[in-house]
């Protein structure tokens, strides 16, 4: 079996997570996302509750039920989730990015309703903030861990977030691969460490993933005293 039998307790841990996708307005009924669904996040955060964890969960939009006992900060674009997570940071142990950040936003977000018009549309596009690259710079002896979703090169591409991006741990998703990533149950993750280590997981339910997941970052904290 990957997970423990008997998980290690969380109790006094201090552990944010990111969920959802995030939503970047056109205007003021439209908007730019992605497929996630949020259930990734939502599993760690009811998982590391039940271990004990004083858990926070920012959200972007999400049709799932909010889990309870947890401190829920429901945010829409990436500069909110930014903001929302920064504001944490401090108080925080264990950082965990399983949201699907959007890579860009409108430049400008129009006030009115954007008409119709004869011609063609054409938006312009600028980059968001890299939220968890920003998280990593800072960590201190933090334990922080990213997500990397990945059609082709999964190792080489997730191996460049975990340094590049100055975390811990990589939970890496080839979403090509039915069974996989955003809107299903299960996932087929391989766990990245800065050791080098690559342990690849089988398929499994979100759930039971959150679960190894939570006894790898465990381990970690341990190793730095958090
Ligand atoms: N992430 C973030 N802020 C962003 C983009 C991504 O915090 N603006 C985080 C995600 O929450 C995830 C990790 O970075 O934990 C990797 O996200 P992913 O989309 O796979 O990687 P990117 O660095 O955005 O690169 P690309 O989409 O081009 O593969
Ligand atoms: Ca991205």
Redesign the pocket.
């Known amino acids: 079996a990957v997970a423990a039998l008997t998980p290690k307790s969380m109790a006094g841990r201090r552990v944010l997570i ?1 969920a959802g996708p995030t939503r970047e307005e056109i205007d003021p009924i439209r908007y730019i996302s992605n497929y996630s669904s949020g259930k990734m996040g939502y599993a760690i955060a009811r998982e590391a509750r039940l271990r004990g964890a004083q858990v926070t969960l920012v959200t972007g939009p999400t049709a799932l039920t909010l889990p309870c006992g947890i401190d829920v900060v429901p945010v829409n674009s ?1 500069e909110e989730m ?1 903001r929302a997570v920064l504001e944490r940071l401090e108080r925080t142990d264990v950082v965990i ?7 860009y936003r409108p430049k400008v977000r129009a006030a009115a309703k954007v008409k119709k018009g004869a011609s063609e549309l054409v938006l312009e596009l600028e980059k ?8 990593g710079a800072m960590k201190g002896d933090r334990v922080v ?6 059609t082709h090169d999964l190792i080489a ?1 997730a191996t460049k ?1 975990l340094t590049g ?1 100055n975390v811990d741990m ?1 939970v890496a998703n080839d979403v090509s691969q039915e069974g996989a990533g955003f809107n299903v149950d299960t996932n087929i993750a391989k766990l990245l460490l800065r050791d080098g280590t690559v342990e690849e997981l089988p398929k499994m339910g979100k759930d039971e993933l959150a679960g190894v997941i939570l006894d790898r970052i465990t381990t970690l904290a341990e190793a730095k005293g958090r």
């Open positions: 990111t990436a930014r990015k399983a949201a699907a950040v959007a890579d968001n903030p890299d939220i968890l690259a920003e998280v861990v990213g997500f990397a979703a990945e591409n977030k991006k990589i």
